[in-house]
């Protein structure tokens, strides 16, 4: 079983839709939460970064950690055509950080 | 402030040749860590460079070898190519203020993209 799990879609909404975007993980030692955008042809750029259960928001990006249910989610409001790219997770302890296999999502005009 | 550059960006070649990747961090960032990315295994730690020292390494043959000069820029180098290869390899740099990047601010450079054939 792999720590961190992530469905790798693709996902494809029509613009203004809402996204949700999870991850699941088994280490109940992980103790940092991101998500980072990966547009095609490039590399990740983070996103979003919490270390503790709850939500946090920045702009219509929210991210939300749930640690007693060990699942991460990434709510997108009001999504663009920009906003068509892979999403992966990531989390981590004190000694590694993992990757999630990435959710690819298309929102479409 | 110029962001992580990495050369080159795409690479051919054969099984059982050796490659070398560069890539030079954001001006003032002493951490260089290397990801191997795949549509199967998405994004797979290979090792992290702190001052010239290997840190922390991931769970990849000995194929895989890295280094780090006095000016923070790294190389990665694999030898003996193999088909399973084939990858995009991804650079990141950051401070360096923690070990494993897990609370440090990561910054990817484009990456580049190698087929073994």
């Known amino acids: 079983q792999k720590e961190v799990e992530q469905d790798p879609g693709p996902l494809s909404v029509p613009e203004g839709a809402i996204v949700s975007l999870n991850c699941t993980y088994s280490?109940?030692?992980?103790?940092?939460f991101m998500w980072y955008r990966q547009y095609s042809r490039k590399g990740p750029e983070l996103l979003m970064y919490t270390y503790s259960s709850g939500n946090k928001e920045d702009g219509r990006f929210t991210a939300q950690v749930d640690k007693s249910s060990k699942y991460i989610s990434l709510f997108i409001r009001d999504s663009q055509p920009s906003d068509s790219a892979t999403y992966l997770c990531?989390?981590?302890?004190?000694?590694?950080?993992?990757f999630g296999t990435g959710t690819r999502l298309q929102v479409f005009p | 402030k110029a962001g992580v550059t990495q050369t080159p960006r795409y690479l051919i070649k054969t099984r059982g040749q050796q490659v070398t990747l560069s890539c030079s961090p954001i001006?003032?960032?002493?951490?260089v860590s290397w990801y191997q990315q795949t549509p199967g295994q998405g994004l797979q730690f290979l090792f992290e460079y702190f001052s010239e020292t290997q840190r922390n390494k991931g769970n990849f043959p000995g194929r895989f070898s890295g280094r780090q000069f006095s000016n923070s820029r790294s190389e990665m180098n694999v030898s003996t190519l193999e088909l399973g290869d084939s990858a995009l390899y991804l650079c990141?740099?950051?401070?360096?203020?923690?070990?494993?990047?897990?609370?440090?601010?990561?910054?990817f450079g484009p990456g580049t993209r190698l087929t073994v054939l």
């Open positions: 990531a989390m981590g302890d004190t000694d590694k950080l993992i």
């Open positions: 280490n109940s030692a992980f103790q940092y």
């Open positions: 990141a740099s950051s401070l360096g203020s923690t070990a494993a990047s897990s609370t440090d601010t990561q910054y």
């Open positions: 001006s003032g960032h002493r951490s």
